[in-house]
């Protein structure tokens, strides 16, 4: 799967709206590229009490192997993403927050 944590990307759309160039530009937006099982294992990294409850089976979902975002890089140098295994702690931390009330 293509994984982008949520507040980069809303990060992306906000500077494209601020920050970018004048036009209209078509630019990809790439995010990282896991398997599902390395994303378990980060998660079970993340919350031990989780490994072995978690599995991913069945057919791929089709996506692109490889989105090429260098145009949107070009555009608005030094536009930052979030590493994987923190934005999946950081999601981890706001659904514990509001589902376990």
Same mark, same amino acid.
């Given at each position: 799967?293509?994984?982008?944590?949520?507040?980069?990307?809303?990060?992306?759309?906000?500077?494209?709206?601020?920050?970018?160039?004048?036009?209209?530009?078509?630019?990809?937006?790439?995010?990282?590229?896991?398997?599902?099982?390395?994303?378990?294992?980060?998660?079970?990294?993340?919350?031990?009490?989780?490994?072995?409850?978690?599995?991913?089976?069945?057919? /791929?979902?089709?996506?692109?192997? /490889?989105?090429?975002?260098?145009?949107?890089? +070009?555009?608005?140098?030094?536009?930052e993403r979030t590493p994987l295994?923190?934005?999946?702690? +950081?999601?981890?931390?706001?659904?514990?927050?509001?589902?376990?009330?």
């Amino acid at each position: 799967m293509d994984l982008q944590y949520v507040e980069d990307v809303a990060r992306a759309f906000v500077s494209c709206l601020f920050d970018g160039p004048p036009g209209a530009h078509v630019c990809n937006l790439a995010g990282d590229r896991v398997d599902m099982s390395e994303f378990i294992a980060i998660l079970e990294q993340i919350r031990p009490e989780m490994t072995g409850k978690l599995s991913a089976r069945g057919p /791929r979902v089709p996506v692109a192997s /490889r989105m090429d975002d260098s145009l949107l890089h +070009q555009l608005l140098p030094g536009l930052e993403r979030t590493p994987l295994e923190l934005g999946i702690r +950081q999601t981890l931390r706001v659904y514990e927050r509001v589902y376990t009330r």
